[in-house]
């Protein structure tokens, strides 16, 4: 269909929603009062979204380190082990994010990969795990505001995290995740307000395995979450003993299965994955802007914000606290990715309600996230998506201070209207195919047609030129690399070749060099 007519009929669609407000509203609240259907709504509602997209967006394909490294995760569970043998060849397999003595593993807990284990489990596509993590998290985003705010409220925001969340995010194409961690918040933060209010054992449940989940998936940010579950509970800690010590033991098993992943990946119990990665790796280098190499007054604005974030992260003439400030700097502008724009004129209005202490805590919740994850020297989205559920919170409590003052309910219904425009507009586009929500690695695509085109098993040296971008990786491999029907290999120079060659005698072997353009997939003579 034309990209003109999906243009007509979505504009017909907001015409006909902002016509009928007034009488879809009382229906709206009389629905919001259910929560079991709410729930069911706006688990369904991305997922028949982002599945109406496939003939222009297809599922994704993994092409950066972290999603191969959430893939080997599942495919190691997949296996029913939480690490695999190491190989008698591993030097061939070196790769990012991936150890290989003293066990074969990804470095990462196993949270993501879980849910991508489940995914292929169920429907023989981890995508399908993607699917359903963003489900649960639009789903319990409902529920958690039901604690927050009154049910009309609380179903406009699973509506808006939908609309953030949901079929066009990069968190749901793909594999590195954002929206287990999210889910998990959603029980946390949902789960507390309730325990103030009842102390029922059913939240205190919930509550554990919040924080379980979140372990499993981000074992650094569990810290944060913990310290602002202590300070929800601080002034009178002791009326809380028992529900407290409940929500303790559902988490005690997530913490066992975490020391029994370390203890099977690195050899002890207390030693991450990615810390062992870290000693014997170190972190690689991901700027290359060299001030020496180009005069600061030639740099393009992008490389300047490179810059200056590789001054941040290396100390180049600042002091510690000048990094921290300046680093946070560089990062406060990537937290639009949790705000629809419009939903940014609400803010001061959620400002106005920090005179209540509930509201308050959400606030230094949000600063202490923000602070922490600030210590470490990388940044992505999904190091706060355990607080993903606060900032809907932020933009729905907004939205409701504004709806109470003079002329405010319009204008609080005129932002909704924009945001549905908004989402309506790229979601329009992405129909059409003229918006690209999968990044799509043509080069990566044509050596794996070509291999697929091939018949029997294969063995394929990656050679890289002295220009090669290290980022660019191409070997990666299976949990079981002997069994697999393509094994990756790193191209060690002909003499040491020939051992790989040896342990696999009956494959057939190629020649990778990816720096061609189109890359170059020759056959290698034995």
Not at 466 to 481: K, L, S, T
Request: some cysteine.
């Amino acid at each position: 269909m034309p990209a003109f007519w999906i243009e007509l009929a979505f504009a017909a669609v907001l015409l006909a929603f902002a016509l009928s407000w007034r009488r879809l509203a009382p229906l709206a609240e009389q629905f919001a009062e259910r929560t079991s259907w709410c729930m069911v709504l706006l688990a369904i509602l991305p997922v028949v979204l982002r599945l109406a997209l496939l003939r222009t967006q297809p599922e994704p394909s993994p092409d950066v380190y972290d999603e191969f490294s959430h893939l080997l995760v599942a495919d190691t569970l997949r296996h029913f082990r939480l690490a695999n043998p190491s190989h008698a060849l591993h030097q061939f397999f070196e790769t990012f994010f991936v150890l290989q003595q003293p066990a074969y593993s990804s470095i990462y807990p196993i949270g993501q990969g879980l849910m991508l284990a489940f995914g292929r489990a169920l429907f023989g596509n981890p995508w399908a795990g993607v699917i359903l993590a963003t489900a649960a998290f639009c789903s319990l985003c409902y529920w958690m505001l039901r604690a927050w705010v009154t049910p009309d409220w609380a179903l406009l925001g699973g509506i808006l995290a939908v609309m953030e969340f949901g079929p066009l995010c990069a968190w749901m194409n793909n594999y590195w995740g954002g929206a287990v961690a999210a889910a998990a918040g959603c029980l946390v933060f949902g789960s507390l307000p309730r325990l103030r209010d009842s102390r029922r054992t059913r939240d205190a449940v919930l509550l554990g395995i919040g924080l379980g989940v979140n372990l499993l998936t981000r074992p650094y940010e569990s810290i944060f979450l913990l310290s602002s579950v202590v300070a929800f509970f601080l002034p009178r800690p002791w009326k809380f003993a028992k529900t407290l010590a409940v929500a303790a033991a559902l988490a005690l098993p997530f913490v066992g299965i975490t020391l029994l992943q370390n203890k099977q990946v690195t050899g002890l119990w207390t030693t991450l994955p990615y810390t062992l990665s870290q000693y014997q790796y170190g972190v690689p280098a991901s700027l290359t802007i060299q001030p020496n190499v180009v005069p600061h007054n030639e740099l393009t604005p992008q490389q300047a914000l490179d810059y200056k974030m590789q001054r941040a992260f290396h100390g180049e003439g600042t002091d510690t606290v000048g990094r921290f400030f300046e680093r946070l700097e560089y990062r406060i502008r990537f937290y639009r990715f949790f705000l629809l724009a419009p939903l940014y004129l609400v803010l001061p209005f959620f400002l106005a309600r920090l005179r209540e202490r509930r509201f308050i805590w959400v606030a230094v919740t949000l600063a202490l996230f923000a602070l922490g994850v600030n210590l470490f020297p990388a940044f992505q989205e999904h190091y706060l998506a355990a607080v993903t559920c606060l900032f809907v919170l932020v933009s729905v409590v907004g939205l409701q201070r504004l709806s109470r003052i003079k002329a405010g309910h319009e204008a609080a219904q005129l932002i909704v209207l924009v945001c549905l425009a908004q989402f309506l507009f790229w979601y329009g586009l992405a129909l059409s195919g003229g918006n690209k929500l999968i990044r799509e690695n043509p080069r990566r695509a044509y050596v794996n047609r070509a291999l697929a085109a091939a018949s029997g098993q294969q063995l394929v040296f990656v050679r890289y030129s002295p220009q090669h971008i290290f980022q660019d990786e191409w070997v990666w491999n299976e949990a079981d690399i002997d069994a697999a029907r393509v094994v990756w290999a790193r191209d060690l120079g002909s003499e040491e070749n020939r051992k790989l060659l040896d342990y696999y005698p009956r494959r057939a072997v190629w020649l990778l060099e990816p720096d061609f353009n189109p890359p170059r997939l020759t056959a290698y003579g034995r």
